[in-house]
């Protein structure tokens, strides 16, 4: 059974940063890609940062230069740094295991809120 528990959200001020934790079981890890996605309140869910098995990574444009994923095979985890957090970061921010696969699976969600 696939399992996906992310930690490290929570509230911060505008120009703060905030670092996302996930930790896998029940996928082949090193081999499964694996990323963040976010859904803001009234939008759709988008894709925030991935990381491939060999460790390449992609970003869409609102984010690249300020987000920055990571994974740790030793551990099956997956990580998100994220600096210069804007109010518009704002949203429920979500791992995954299987990025673009028809079977991919979900974490529960947490709230990253940006906000003085």
């Known amino acids: 059974q696939v399992q996906l528990v992310e930690s490290g959200g929570g509230l911060v001020q505008p120009g703060g940063s905030l670092r996302l934790s996930c930790a896998a079981s029940g996928v082949d890890f090193s081999r499964t890609r694996m990323g963040w996605y976010r859904q803001g309140s009234g939008k759709r869910r988008e894709l925030v940062a991935a990381i491939f098995s060999g460790g390449g990574t992609t970003y869409p444009d609102s984010v690249r230069g300020r987000f920055t994923i990571s994974r740790d095979n030793a551990k099956n985890m997956i990580f998100l740094q994220m600096n210069s957090l804007k109010s518009e970061d704002t949203a429920v921010y979500y791992c995954?295991?299987?990025?673009?696969?028809?079977?991919?699976?979900w974490g529960q969600g947490m709230q990253v809120t940006v906000s003085s």
């Open positions: 995954n295991a299987g990025v673009g696969e028809p079977d991919a699976r």
